[in-house]
């Protein structure tokens, strides 16, 4: 669960293998402040969530100041090889306007669109309030509207 959740929020890039195993060590770590064992998967997964945003974020400042190169998402690691032509190309501009967006924004539209999440439970795994997840759900929705028309416009 937590490596797919990883790939997904990445969007199937390298560095998955170490968000899944940063967040397994915070869990560790963090272990004792479990207060229901019965929500582990939950709490794992919130973990999961927060150091992800937090990863996006650090990646696109790095990105911005010169010390790391832009590595752009592979969607043929993350679409299905029986996926039809014309589905796969609608998805790779997906993923490249995916891409861009801020990572709170990818976050919370992943959670929704790709983990079919409810807005309380994105609200809870990012550690928001619900008004703020439908602004960041309604940002990114209109960033995708937008570059779709863009793209459609002759």
């Known amino acids: 669960m937590v490596l797919a959740l990883s790939q997904r929020v990445l969007a199937g890039r390298d560095d ?8 397994f060590v915070y869990a560790f770590t963090r272990l ?5 064992p019965q929500a582990f998967h939950a709490w794992l997964r919130s973990i999961v969530v927060r150091t992800a ?3 996006l974020r650090r990646q696109r400042l790095l990105t911005r100041l010169g010390l790391r190169r832009s590595e752009p998402i592979d969607p043929d690691s993350v679409i299905a090889v029986e996926a039809p032509p014309d589905v796969a190309a609608e998805l790779r501009h997906v993923y490249r ?19 079919g999440m409810e807005l309380l ?3 809870e795994e990012m550690k928001l309030s619900l008004a703020t997840v439908k ?6 929705e209109g960033r995708l509207e937008r570059a779709k028309a863009r793209r459609a416009a002759p």
């Open 53 to 55: 945003s937090k990863r």
């Open 121 to 123: 439970e994105i609200a």
């Open 32 to 36: 004792d402040t479990l207060q229901n």
């Open 135 to 140: 602004r960041r759900l309604a940002a990114a």
């Open 97 to 115: 306007l995916i891409e861009r967006l801020p990572a709170e924004e990818r976050v919370a539209l992943v959670l929704r669109r790709v983990e």
């Open 16 to 23: 998955a293998d170490d968000l899944a195993q940063d967040a």
